[in-house]
């Protein structure tokens, strides 16, 4: 959900040598995001339609990082952390802004093992979890 992209533009001024991803379900945010990443100079972006990970489905990510839609509710949220660890790079990081923070600490905390809250501010909270790197697995998580 990249909205208009501030998110995205902020990442890709960043990281100029990475690249990022800009995904949206609606075409209109998509045009947005799009326009404003031209305007902004940005070359290091890719922007499309996607409902959660379709238009970068066959990436794997440093970081995804997004602030959900809160009028949507878990419906958005969900698919989103779901699918993060697949897509991540080992210590890949999962990072997202929300309101209260009971229920995605506790869907994270059952993706990714451990979450943290890294930031708050104003009634908002940017929670973070990891991918762990295979060294970093207990022997539970080995074959």
């Known amino acids: 959900g990249c909205g208009y992209g501030l998110l995205g533009i902020a990442c890709a001024k960043w990281v100029p040598n990475g690249h990022v991803w800009l995904g949206d379900i ?3 945010a ?6 404003n990443v031209v305007k902004n100079k940005i070359y290091n972006a890719s922007v499309g339609v996607s409902d ?7 990436q794997q990510f ?5 602030n959900p ?3 949507e509710g878990n419906k958005t949220s969900w698919p989103l952390i ?10 890949g990081e999962l990072m997202i802004v929300v309101m209260r923070t009971g229920a995605y600490v506790k869907r994270m905390q059952a993706v990714f093992g451990d979450v943290e809250v890294c930031a708050e501010t ?7 979890a990891t991918k762990k790197n295979v060294n970093e697995l207990g022997t539970e998580g080995r074959c």
Do not use: H, M, T
């Open 69 to 71: 839609p809160f009028p």
């Open 82 to 91: 779901d699918g993060a660890l697949e897509r991540l790079k080992p210590g």
């Open 62 to 66: 440093d970081l995804i990082l997004s």
């Open 26 to 28: 609606s075409a209109r």
């Open 52 to 58: 959660v990970y379709e238009f970068a489905a066959n």
């Open 30 to 35: 998509v045009v947005c995001a799009q326009d």
């Open 122 to 128: 104003s009634g908002y909270s940017v929670l973070r």
